[in-house]
């Protein structure tokens, strides 16, 4: 059975499932009458692949279950709360408010600035028309003083015309 990897949905495959793997594609581009055999081992492969997708499932709701509980214990449990949030931010995890609020409680260490300023960023770039790349090498460039405008003429009044 392939077995989850990691925590973002990868899959690990033994050297059997690869097998019916690659003959499940190959009957897929190549469509002729297969063997029951070849049909029985694709479904099985297929029920494998919905209970591995499942396990990876639940495996992350225990990651997000842990992290709640390192968070609970803050500040006794600030290390292991900050290296389970790293791994769960780099599986997708969307943080909480009540993560900014414990990473801003514990912005005196260096690693919880430097993921409460991974959180914020991801959040303005998850925000439609959010800051980009471009506003990020903005922000690293010292400001510039704007450039001064040349002062604005006033209107010409009209000449007065002389009449006869």
């Given at each position: 059975m392939p077995t989850p990897y990691g925590s973002r949905g990868g899959m690990a495959f033994g050297a059997e499932e690869l097998?019916?793997?690659r003959r499940a594609l190959a009957l897929a581009l190549h469509p002729t009458s297969a063997s029951a055999d070849d049909l029985q081992?694709?479904?099985r492969l297929a029920g494998d692949l919905d209970e591995a997708a499942r396990e990876?499932?639940?495996?992350?709701?225990?990651?997000?279950?842990?992290?709640?509980?390192?968070?609970?214990?803050?500040?006794?449990?600030?290390?292991?709360?900050l290296t389970l949030l790293e791994?769960?931010?780099?599986?997708?995890?969307?943080?909480?408010?009540?993560?900014l609020a414990a990473l801003r409680a514990l912005r005196g260490n260096p690693t919880a600035a430097a993921l409460l300023h991974q959180c914020r960023r991801a959040h303005l770039l998850a925000l439609p028309g959010?800051?980009?790349?471009?506003?990020?090498?903005?922000?690293?460039?010292p400001a510039q003083k704007p450039a001064r405008k040349p002062p604005a003429t006033p209107p010409a009044r009209p000449a007065p015309h002389p009449t006869p």
């Open positions: 097998r019916v793997l081992d694709c479904l990876s499932a639940r495996l992350r709701a225990f990651l997000v279950a842990d992290l709640g509980r390192y968070r609970a214990a803050l500040p006794g449990t600030a290390a292991g709360y791994e769960a931010l780099g599986a997708g995890y969307r943080p909480r408010p009540d993560d959010g800051r980009g790349a471009a506003a990020e090498e903005q922000e690293e460039k």
